[in-house]
């Protein structure tokens, strides 16, 4: 059973820079590729980005492509989002994700393990 824990989210402004952290407890997260989703009051859940494992392969939503960052550090078992140039549209709730494969997805029904949710607001 893997467990992840999310932590970062918080309250900016439009252009700030924001870095999100998933941490995986209780075990490995050995041979799992990892994504970072979101979900707006109102929306539905959408991806953002995915990493394999160990990491050679990320993909990224177009909304978020050039701007926001994806990584892992499989040592302290951790993965980031690094969110650069923030803007009012990337309020939402930001939630990690494991699956037992280790090649991406961007399928949110391909993941096996989520966190609880971390508050991302951008506003003036």
């Known amino acids: 059973q893997v467990q992840l824990v999310e932590s970062g989210g918080g309250l900016v402004q439009p252009g700030d820079s924001l870095r999100l952290s998933c941490a995986a407890c209780?075990?490995?997260?050995?041979?799992?590729?990892m994504g970072w989703f979101r979900q707006a009051p109102g929306k539905e859940r959408e991806f953002v980005a995915t990493?394999?494992?160990?990491?050679?392969?990320?993909y990224y939503a177009d909304s978020v492509k050039g701007r926001f960052t994806i990584s892992r550090d499989n040592v302290k078992n951790t993965m980031y989002l690094q969110m650069n140039s923030l803007q009012p549209e990337d309020t939402a709730v930001y939630y990690c994700?494991?699956?037992?494969?280790?090649?991406?997805?961007?399928?949110?029904?391909?993941?096996?393990?989520w966190g609880q949710g971390t508050q991302v607001t951008v506003s003036s």
């Open positions: 994700a494991a699956r037992s494969y280790s090649s991406p997805n961007i399928n949110v029904n391909q993941y096996n393990y």
């Open positions: 209780g075990r490995t997260f050995s041979a799992y590729a």
């Open positions: 990493i394999s494992w160990p990491g050679s392969s990320t």
